[in-house]
């Protein structure tokens, strides 16, 4: 149980594309979902939460224009990387919170995606 | 100070011996405490939870908590080339407004056959 898939695992686009990015838990609903980047030998870094049929908190310094977040039901959220660039190029994860939590797991467990790897060129 | 610390390492040990990773932190109000791995190009992948002070086993997988000394630890017995990867500590709240986890930043584990 507890399957997060994203999809596509990996794309390449040109600089000034819009890139989407699909994160869906499988066989649970989930309240809240997470969006991390990772840079290659650094660790994760958070760029928001979002939760379903609200707005996505993001984290300081991350631009809510360009990498925006939509929550539309307690299986999808997808990730838009606007008007990319080869400095965006990047791991990005997603992880899902189960909105079962207190059935015997902490409420902060996180459910991760496999990953998308992104390159601009 | 970093709200989680981890020692970046890399922490070398031998095939069959005992690993050792540590993790402060600094939200006394933290609740929750995990031990996730990553391997290279992979996504992190939960080892173990622990919410109570003391100690919790999981196969060869032990986690340590004091929360007197804002501590965490996860101790691997009997260390195969297949643990090596890097180990992520984090933290969290399990009620209030910032329901989210704070990551330290790994250490690497290299298990050497």
């Known amino acids: 149980g507890a399957v997060v898939s994203q999809h596509p695992s990996w794309v390449i686009c040109k600089s000034g594309t819009s890139v989407k990015i699909e994160c869906r838990s499988l066989d649970f609903q989930a309240t809240t979902m997470f969006w991390y980047r990772q840079f290659p030998k650094q660790s994760l870094m958070l760029m928001a939460t979002s939760n379903e049929g609200s707005k996505a908190t993001y984290e300081q310094g991350v631009e809510k224009d360009k990498f925006l977040i939509n929550h539309a039901s307690l299986t999808l959220s997808t990730l838009t990387v606007t008007s990319a660039h080869p400095e965006d190029s990047s791991f990005y994860i997603c992880?899902?919170?189960?909105?079962?939590?207190?059935?015997?797991?902490?409420?902060?467990?996180?459910?991760f995606g496999p990953g998308t790897r992104l390159t601009v060129l | 100070q970093k709200e989680v610390e981890q020692n970046s390492g890399p922490l070398s040990v031998p095939e069959g011996a005992i690993a050792s990773l540590n993790c402060t932190y600094s939200d006394r109000g933290s609740q929750s405490f995990f031990w996730y791995r990553q391997y290279s190009g992979k996504s992190p992948e939960l080892i173990m939870f622990?919410?109570s002070n003391g100690d919790k086993e999981d196969g060869r997988f032990t986690a340590q908590l004091n929360k007197a000394s804002q501590y965490v630890s996860l101790l691997i017995r009997d260390s195969q080339p297949s643990d090596s990867a890097t180990y992520l500590c984090a933290v969290g709240r399990d009620a209030g407004n910032n329901r989210k986890l704070i990551w330290g930043l790994g250490t690497s584990l290299a298990v050497n056959p």
């Open positions: 622990i919410y």
């Open positions: 992880s899902a919170r189960d909105r079962r939590t207190g059935e015997g797991r902490p409420y902060n467990e996180q459910f």
